[in-house]
T-cell receptor
Framework: DGGITQSPKYLFRKEGQNVTLSCEQNLNHDAMYWYRQDPGQGLRLIYYSQIVNDFQKGDIAEGYSVSREKKESFPLTVTSAQKNPTAFYLC???????????????FGDGTRLSIL | AQTVTQSQPEMSVQEAETVTLSCTYDTSESDYYLFWYKQPPSRQMILVIR??????QNATENRFSVNFQKAAKSFSLKISDSQLGDAAMYFCAYRSQGGSEKLVFGKGTKLTVNP
């Protein structure tokens, strides 16, 4: 079945450590997104990528980094510069821009990141 | 920048009854999309219904329908014949046409369905 796979489901980070969240999709979608969800809040955009080898900062990119070397994969690294990383992270993808602007974003099951 | 407001942090409904969740948004754009997503305890975000701003007809998906008032910038979700499985967080989201096509979310409404 086509879908978006996020791993791991739970992740713990030590002080000063970088951690990487995985997001893989087999939907042949061009655009991919990373959102952060805090309690009592809606989702906020961290980074997005509309094509391979290109990505853009979202609203809360500080302390995060991404790469897009393959169409299927869009990993998110939470760096030690992110002082409050505890949150639920959701990855999403969407069919390409041209002619598909009315398509919705599809979401993975998320990764919960906590500080040790 | 666009904003989305959900004024009801929590709502409850009796099984088989109807409930309406409110959403308002602020934008200066004329073309955009609106969505309702459901997030059950499993935390997965599930698309419930979507509306293109240029369409006057309100979207309907089985028991779910919207009341889209473009001039008032209002986009409410009506759930008919509520079922226990409808219990979840519901998020209203706005998306511009073009650009990053990012979703701008409201803070959500927690819906409880009572048997």
């Amino acid at each position: 079945d086509g879908g978006i796979t996020q791993s791991p489901k739970y992740l713990f980070r030590k002080e000063g450590q970088n951690v990487t969240l995985s997001c893989e999709q087999n939907l042949n979608h061009d655009a991919m997104y990373w959102y952060r969800q805090d309690p009592g809040q809606g989702l906020r955009l961290i980074y997005y990528s509309q094509i391979v080898n290109d990505f853009q900062k979202g609203d809360i990119a500080e302390g995060y980094s991404v790469s897009r070397e393959k169409k299927e994969s869009f990993p998110l690294t939470v760096t030690s510069a992110q002082k409050n990383p505890t949150a639920f992270y959701l990855c999403a993808s969407k069919r390409g821009l041209t002619g598909f602007s009315n398509q919705p974003q599809h979401f993975g099951d998320g990764t919960r990141l906590s500080i040790l | 920048a666009q904003t989305v407001t959900q004024s009801q942090p929590e709502m409850s409904v009796q099984e088989a009854e109807t409930v309406t969740l409110s959403c308002t948004y602020d934008t200066s754009e004329s073309d955009y999309y609106l969505f309702w997503y459901k997030q059950p305890p499993s935390r997965q975000m599930i698309l419930v219904i979507r509306q293109e701003a240029y369409k006057q007809q309100n979207a309907t998906e089985n028991r779910f329908s919207v009341n889209f008032q473009k001039a008032a910038k209002s986009f409410s979700l009506k759930i008919s014949d509520s079922q226990l499985g409808d219990a979840a967080m519901y998020f209203c989201a706005y998306r511009s046409q073009g650009g990053s096509e990012k979703l701008v979310f409201g803070k959500g409404t927690k819906l409880t369905v009572n048997p």
